[in-house]
């Protein structure tokens, strides 16, 4: 032991180490932790420390190098069990016993094995089936800010998820990094209630546990993840709450080993350590599984492009974004339409899979919901008195979408017909004319005037 | 002659190499016992850091390092098309049979097959003489392409031997050359290293649109054969639809498109859609068209490096056939970041926001590999190399380094809204700050082809586009009421046009590709609604009751008419337009010239 920095350490005298191997570090109390090599040398080695560098010495600790990788054992035993943020148990249950050890960095799914996802999954919330449709095999992260309620939004997914017609296994993973005591026994009590736990597995890295161990927590997750979905067949939902929370822990290894430091003091390859976590997403051809990502990250100051919510939105396919003004206005689930997009919408809704005219009616909604966002500000200006009767409607339209079609109950379960049916309510306040979205034939077939006369 | 040595340090991508005296700086190299594919970037005496392709976690030192005495090439030949490759032109699909849904490390595979049999027909004769670029004979690669096999860019001579028609697999030989007292084997693959451009024999000028049939592009700002473009915008503003929309329809012979750090999701979706897809040129499937090259972002750092010179050296590669090729990088972000993680890992002094300083060169030196060229060879074949490379600026802001270096050497600049994109107004192209210096030079293809006033009716458009972004900011300090009616009819046109015109639905079955002939005939009823409208409002019309016409909505549903209808439909909306006006203007004296056009 030469040298102590931060959650690194550095050992000399050492030989043939290899890369990303496992190490034992035993402090002068005699209390074990585990470790990692970051760089490896001739007879150097450079080692990040799992629980934290406290009572380390360079005298009197020993480290012994294992010669494995980092690993986690798997089984179907795991459903069920709350385990800390470096995979032992915490519950007070039973040992795990493992069916097979699997080395938690994975390897990338080759892009030719892997199967477009098309199975939109109803959540039962308006505001993203009917505008962001969720599909299996998507990661779509939920861009929070302190204090608004993504925990409640991201439960309720957990909760109503499900895709029509099929009654398959389903499971939740969820792994917390340094979320507090408070917000994990949301969750915890949460999936209890509605009897999800027994088909969950939990990791919880609590915000005052070792800042290093949230460093491996989701690829922990994720590798159990892997082994339920393709290995198991299960349809697997992770939910990985706090994404910016992982991002400081990077942060701060990288100060460490005082790198050079890119945006904001994150390091530069940020970009590929988040697009190893979140690409670990997708289906597989010829195997049953899928896994879903709902990563949750808060954007620190509402800051849509700090780097964390920036370079997730790069690598995820859309996102949902939170807003404070609508929090304010005490709208529930208060997403902002407007920066929020799901990019594998397309391809799971319309006919035979929602409905015919779904794609149309999303576009139409943006279309006057934005009109009508554009005349608000305008009209905080101008006043109401220099806008025109159509302009009128529009700003109408945008009070009533908000408050009947994105405005919802935390345990209301709205089916893809309702959403639309309520979004055809909305549209019909507009005249036919303004509906441009919108093919003839459909307005004939859905919009609700007509049967009126 | 290959040399061995001994890894010394392992630090993520970047591993050192001891014992390694003459090895040649980007030899490529086999690292550690798992053989992964390394570069050499850096030589220090005895010592060489190599940039590994692989992951490395696993490797200690200690372990071989053997130099393989070539740079990192290209794999040149039949079976390039239809084909999808990692950065380093692994082909994915024989990834997948040898190592499983999962990529493992050190699995080899050659970047053409060599079981593979091509019937080649001759095209020269014993006693011939040729030189580099030349064409030997040629081999039905796809149903759409003939593939020149061609002598090698470095070699002439006189030709000792061919191969008479026949079956050939990539690895039999097909030609014996006589020359500088040597004698030369060609066979129908050939090896070039991807960070060297091809040679050619000239530049030329390039005037040849490049039609996408998306019409903001095409109508606004368009690309030549052998042009560049840049396409930034933050994230969900749609570069990679946009990139998907120019895959799949511009009018090149090969299209080359290179994933460079993305999704693996939508790499899926391209593998899904494109064999399904037809070519508007030829009718046939769009996989013979096209190579793909897929380095996704939890893919090896390194790889994503080299990706996009891998795609750039193919795409060189079918342009010295003759063809014109278009690159399509998505994004270009992603592989100036490698270069930055690498850079980082290399302990290199940083220069602008951790890029390395070379940064700028080596974009310029990417871009520069594009244009129109008259190719080697003595058959005076031209071809061209087109490249669109998107750029992915952190926070959507355009005043760094990447889009910056790169705009510096690009002519034409796409730049994608975030705003926009919010309203779901797609493409998101911003008409305001995007430009193409193309556009005088593509004047005279419009002209040529029944599109008699394009440029007039293009600049009169883009200017109640500019008079609108004007007028709004008036708007949005005093309302609209205080606006003269012109005025007010200025802002009823740019919506229409917007509405009409510039959205275009990549998903809608008909609006998807729209042809330039209908993109034309649809300018020309903007064109006309404007002037009637002009002449009402001069006339006392209001402009609210110009924008209250019924024939308003049906020209913003123009992108859905058939193609094969749309002539007809055209006639139909001029007349109900004609006879719409006449109506709103029955009475006011002023009015009752028909418009031109």
């Known amino acids: 032991m030469t040298r102590v920095t931060g959650p690194l350490i550095t050992v000399a005298g050492v030989a043939d180490v290899a890369y990303g191997e496992v190490v034992e570090i035993t402090v002068p109390s005699g209390e074990r932790r585990a470790g990692r090599v970051l760089e490896s040398r001739e007879d150097t080695a450079v080692v990040q420390v799992f629980g934290g560098t406290e009572a380390v010495d360079t005298l009197r600790t020993s480290v012994r190098f294992t010669g494995e990788t980092m690993k986690i054992g798997v089984t179907e035993a795991l459903l069920g069990r709350i385990l800390s943020g470096t995979g032992e148990p915490i519950d007070g249950g039973p040992l795990i016993i493992p069916d097979a050890m699997r080395e938690i960095s994975g390897s990338p799914i080759n892009p030719s094995a892997r199967d477009f996802p098309r199975d939109s999954i109803e959540t039962g919330i308006s505001a993203i089936d009917g505008m962001n449709t969720l599909v299996r095999g998507q990661k779509l992260p939920i861009f929070s800010g302190s204090g608004l309620p993504h925990a409640r939004l991201a439960a309720q997914i957990a909760r109503q998820a499900r895709v029509r017609g099929q009654a398959e296994s389903f499971s939740v993973v969820f792994a917390a990094m340094g979320i507090t005591y408070e917000e994990a026994d949301f969750f915890i009590r949460n999936f209890r209630e509605t009897g999800a736990l027994e088909q969950a597995v939990v990791f919880v890295n609590h915000a005052d546990d070792p800042v290093i161990e949230r460093l491996i927590t989701p690829q922990m997750a994720l590798t159990v993840a892997e082994y339920l979905a393709f290995d198991l067949g299960y349809h697997v939902l992770v939910i990985l709450t706090d994404m910016t929370n992982y991002c400081e822990a990077l942060r701060e290894v990288a100060a460490a080993r005082e790198e050079v430091p890119g945006r904001r003091g994150y390091p530069g390859y940020m970009y590929t350590d988040l697009a190893a976590i979140y690409e670990r997403a997708g289906r597989i051809k010829g195997r049953e599984g899928s896994i879903t990502q709902i990563p949750i990250l808060t954007m620190p100051n509402d800051d849509i492009t700090h780097p964390v919510p920036d370079l997730t939105g790069y690598i995820t396919e859309g996102q949902i974004v939170f807003s404070r003004d609508l ?8 997403i902002d339409l407007l920066p929020s997009l799901s990019r594998l919408m397309q391809g799971g809704i319309g006919e035979g899979r929602t409905r ?23 009209v905080a200006v101008v006043g109401e008195e220099s806008l025109g009767d159509i302009d009128l409607l529009y700003l109408t339209f945008a009070d009533r979408f908000e408050a009947e079609f994105l405005q919802q109950q935390e345990n209301e379960r709205r089916t893809f017909e309702e959403t639309l049916d309520t979004a055809w309510q909305l549209l019909s306040m507009l005249p036919e004319s303004e509906l441009v979205r919108i093919e003839p034939a459909l307005i004939e077939k859905y919009y609700p005037g007509e049967a009126d006369g | 002659m290959t040399i061995t040595g001994e890894v010394v340090r392992i630090a993520g991508a970047v591993v050192s190499a001891k014992n390694l005296a003459g090895a040649r700086m980007y030899d490529v190299v086999r690292v550690g016992d798992k053989q992964l594919v390394g570069e050499i970037v850096v030589l220090e005496g005895d010592v060489a850091t190599i940039q590994v392709y692989e992951e490395t976690e696993g490797i200690a030192p200690g372990e071989p390092v053997t130099t393989t005495g070539m740079p990192l090439s290209a794999e040149l030949g039949p079976g390039l098309l239809g084909t999808t490759y990692d950065g380093i032109q692994r082909p994915l699909e024989i990834l997948l049979a040898e190592g499983g849904d999962f990529i493992v490390r050190g699995v080899h595979a050659p970047g053409l097959r060599r ?17 580099g670029g030349d064409t030997l004979g040629a081999v039905v690669e796809t149903e759409v392409h003939e593939h020149r096999v061609m002598v090698p860019p470095t070699l002439q001579g006189t030709i000792a031997e061919i191969a008479p028609e026949g079956r050939y697999t990539v690895d039999d030989v097909v030609a014996t050359l006589k020359g500088d007292g040597r004698t030369q084997t060609v066979r129908m693959r050939q090896y070039w290293p991807v960070r060297q451009p091809r040679p050619v024999l000239r530049r030329l000028e390039a005037a040849d649109p490049l039609i996408s049939g998306q019409r903001v592009i095409d109508t606004f700002f368009p690309l030549v054969k052998g042009g560049t473009a840049a396409l930034p915008g933050p994230f969900g503003a749609g570069k990679t639809v946009v990139q998907h929309q120019l895959a799949k329809y511009v009018n090149a012979d090969i299209i080359v498109y290179v994933g460079c750090g993305e999704r693996g999701n939508e790499m899926a979706d391209v593998l899904r859609q494109f064999p399904a ?17 897929g380095n996704t972002s939890n893919m090896p750092v390194a790889a994503r490096e080299a990706s996009v010179y891998t795609g750039i050296t193919i795409a060189e590669y079918y342009r010295d056939m003759g063809y014109d090729v278009a690159l399509m990088a998505d994004s270009t972000s992603r592989w100036a970041e490698a270069m930055r993680e690498i850079s980082g890992r290399l302990e290199e002094m940083p220069g602008e926001q951790g890029y390395p300083a070379y940064l700028a060169s080596r974009l310029a030196d990417f871009y520069e590999r594009a244009g129109r060229m008259a190719v080697l060879g003595s058959s005076g074949r031209t071809g061209s190399v087109t490249v669109i490379g998107s750029v992915s600026p952190p926070g959507g802001d355009f005043s760094e380094p990447v889009t910056q270096n790169t705009l510096r050497v690009v002519r034409v600049l796409w730049a994608l809204d975030a705003d926009l994109a919010h309203e779901r107004h797609f493409p998101s192209i911003n008409w305001l700050t995007s430009y193409s210096a193309y556009a005088g030079a593509v004047q005279g293809w419009w002209t040529a082809h029944a599109a008699p006033r394009w440029e007039e009716y293009r600049t009169e458009m883009m200017g109640v586009l500019q008079a609108e972004s004007e007028l709004l ?31 275009q639905s990549a998903f809608h079955p ?17 064109a006309r609604f404007y002037r009637h409208g002009q002449r009402a409002v001069a006339a006392g019309v209001s402009a609210a009751a110009v924008g209250g016409l019924a024939v308003k909505s049906r020209i913003e549903r123009m992108p859905f008419v058939p193609d094969e209808r749309f002539a007809g439909e055209h006639a139909v909306i001029a007349q109900e337009m004609d006879e719409a006006f006449a109506g709103l203007t029955a009475g006011k004296a002023a009015y009752g010239v028909t418009p031109r056009g």
């Open chain 1, 327 to 334: 929090h304010r206005k005490g709208i529930y689930p208060p």
């Open chain 1, 356 to 378: 015919e005219d779904h794609a149309a009616v999303k576009d139409q909604l943006y279309a006057a919901y934005a009109r009508g966002r554009r005349l608000r500000s305008l």
């Open chain 2, 115 to 131: 079981e593979c049999g091509w019937d080649f027909t001759p095209a020269v004769r014993p006693g011939d003489r040729v030189v």
């Open chain 2, 277 to 293: 897809l037809v070519d508007p040129t030829t009718g046939k499937s769009l996989m013979d068209r096209t190579v793909l090259i």
């Open chain 2, 473 to 503: 900011e008036t708007v949005q300090l005093v309302g609209e009421d205080v606006l003269p009616e012109e005025d007010r009819l200025v802002l009823v046109q740019a919506r229409l046009i917007r509405d009409g015109f510039l959205i």
């Open chain 2, 510 to 526: 008909v609006d998807t590709y729209c042809p330039a002939e209908k993109q034309y005939l649809m300018l020309d009823l903007l």
